[in-house]
């Protein structure tokens, strides 16, 4: 790297001549779009302030706020890998966003992006219990700074947090990464909580490939529902798929008085009690295809009580035989009948459709694992270093690009207010954040000048990010 384009003609058109010059030219301008929303929230400096900084301060160049930023903003760019940060260490645009100084100094005086060392080091540094707690909280505070902002600072009164598990496919050794028999790879299963209705990410716990969905599940959704109800909303309700609802985990929701919607796995116990309504009414069929639901009561044997089971049956097109699904719930008929509960819990479609943007948009690469050191600054170690939780270390990897996924959806959803439409993430970058612009220095004074084609957009969305400004913290 570092070789200069002579001068060239391209043969298509022999007017068009390429080179290169010692300007400050950058495809990624939209880090500076999204420091500003990461300065409007304070989640930067809400972390910093909770955060223990491990390093002998007397060899730090680059402070704590600004390596955050750092590795937020490269995986909400579209940057995965740490080795990204050295070939983008002079990008103007960057430096100026990344940095915790002010005025030129992020371009004259100082040394650039931070190295894929460096950030290595960070990210063991932030792997430590205490700064993996407040990293896995940051998400959940940035959501309900956001959506307080938006309601005028005041907590929403109900959500539902959708809580799945998903898994993310790695190549290599790296620590309890395991088979996985239902997804056929090697991966991570991870445990995630969303809302469906905002589309925001609250929470991630790594976990081993090989466990069940529900492994766990039942402290982790009581640790959540308590921050939410704290910053978010008054009341939440839990919404779930057929792998988690165990007699455990829906007495202990029931217990703290959570309500919860689930799938279950159909059974010879289930099918029985559901047999009597497997029947059409009579009378030609009608071109549309119809659904029924029916109220029944049910008690598997590792459940305490006896439960509300709403049975869907579903006539499909072309199906000789009704098709049918069954969801328990804590939600009693005169709250929410049948209908309503149903459409209630297709909501999490939604949900679905937000982790699979996290996975294709972000694509989270846990590629950590234990090395033994050979080199330190150029020499061999005259000690043996003890090995960093390379499982810890995915899991901060994990938590940054829910982060970036965070920040970007706050500017999405800012997008969407000014325009009156609809926003993907992909879009977002590919016609927001990823534009070309140019950065000029004059009377010490910096100026992006963006591509033609991306300033209608920052002039609409750059106010309702100002607005994020006067949210209470």
Known sequence: MGETLRPVTAGFNRSLSIETRAERLTGDPGAVLLREALDATGIIGWMAARMKDSRRQADVVHDLPSLLRTMVLLVAQGWQDHDDADALRHDPAMRVAAASSAGLTPLTGHPGLASQPTLSRCTAMLAEPGNLKVLREAALELAGRNLRAENGGQRRTRMTLDVDSLPIEVHGHQPKAEWNGHYRTRVYHPLVTSIAETGDMLDARLRPGNVGTADGALDVILDVVDRAEASLCKITTVRIDAGFPSG??????EGRGIHHVARL?????????????????PGRRPTEPRLWTHELEYQAQGWDEPRRVVLVV???????????????????????KGQALLDHYRQRGKAEGHMGELMDVLSPALSSTNRAKTHLRGKKPKSVTPPIDAFACNEVRLLVAMLAYQIMHVARRAMARATKAPWSLRRLRERVLRAGARLIISARRMTLILAATAAPYWAAIWPQIQMLRGADP
């Open 248 to 253: 455990a985990l829906l007495s202990g929701l």
């Open 265 to 281: 796995r159909a059974n010879a116990a289930l099918d029985r009690l559901a047999a009597p309504h497997m029947k059409r009414p």
């Open 314 to 336: 579903k006539e499909r097109e072309g199906d000789l035989l009704l098709d049918r699904f069954f969801l328990v719930t804590s939600i009693s008929r005169f709250q929410m």
